[in-house]
């Protein structure tokens, strides 16, 4: 059965600090890794996903994740984080031929002037 | 692009009452999720649906029920509302084709059963 953690369940950061969201995954099978934020009052949107090739991937708005097999990781990192970086962030994983998908429990993430 | 809607944002309701959620996508997907959304547990998934009339249950789907008559509508329903469905609920829709492609979410209903 897979199974997503997210070791923090709250996150607070100074702005244009650098952040690391820690998450493990869980799984048997090849799964594809994704992580979406949640902005107050609003659904989750896609942040950024890991499906094959290079284990580093970015979004548009600065984050990076790295796929680590070997210790089933898919840590979400920020070099510089804003105000407006501030929200809900999930890591979620899938697999080839599967219906669902499973969600981390989420990591509040405060950025502080 | 890609719009999931859901029919409210917010809805109080009583404990017994008969409650619907009404979630629209109009991207031609196979797949719609109805998962409930609770402080320190995250996104839980009750139904899913990956055709018409076609359901599976999740992880937590006692209480509630689905209904999928059309491709775009997929509604989730509280047969008899209680206080501990108090939550916020969110409505998902993905292409079953390509399932390493994201889930689109509507905004949610946050729901109160008083």
């Known amino acids: 059965a897979q199974s997503v953690t997210q070791l923090d369940s709250q996150v607070p950061v100074f702005e244009e600090a650098p952040v690391e969201l820690r998450c493990n995954y869980s799984s048997s099978v090849s799964v594809y890794l994704f992580w979406y934020v949640q902005y107050p009052n609003q659904g989750l949107q896609l942040l950024l996903k890991y499906l094959s090739g290079s284990t580093l991937v970015e979004s548009i708005n600065g984050f990076e994740a790295e796929f680590n097999k070997s210790q089933t990781s898919f840590h979400l990192r920020k070099p510089s984080v804003h105000i407006s970086d501030t929200a809900e962030y999930f890591c979620a994983v899938s697999h080839t031929g599967g219906f669902k998908t499973i969600f981390g429990a989420g990591t509040r993430l405060f950025v502080k002037a | 692009d890609v719009k999931v809607t859901q029919s409210s944002r917010y809805l109080v309701k009583r404990t017994g009452e008969k409650v619907f959620l009404e979630c629209v996508q109009d991207m031609d997907h196979e797949n719609m999720f109805w998962y409930r959304q609770d402080p320190g547990l995250g996104l839980r998934l009750i139904y899913f649906s990956y055709d018409v009339k076609m359901k599976e249950k999740g992880d937590i789907p006692e209480g509630y029920s689905v209904s999928r008559e059309k491709k775009e509508r997929f509604s989730l329903i509280l047969e008899s509302a209680s206080t501990n469905q108090t939550s916020m609920y969110l409505c998902?829709?993905?292409?079953?084709?390509?399932?390493?492609?994201?889930?689109?979410f509507g905004q949610g209903t946050r729901l109160t059963v008083v």
């Open positions: 998902a829709s993905r292409d079953q084709e390509q399932a390493h492609t994201e889930a689109f």
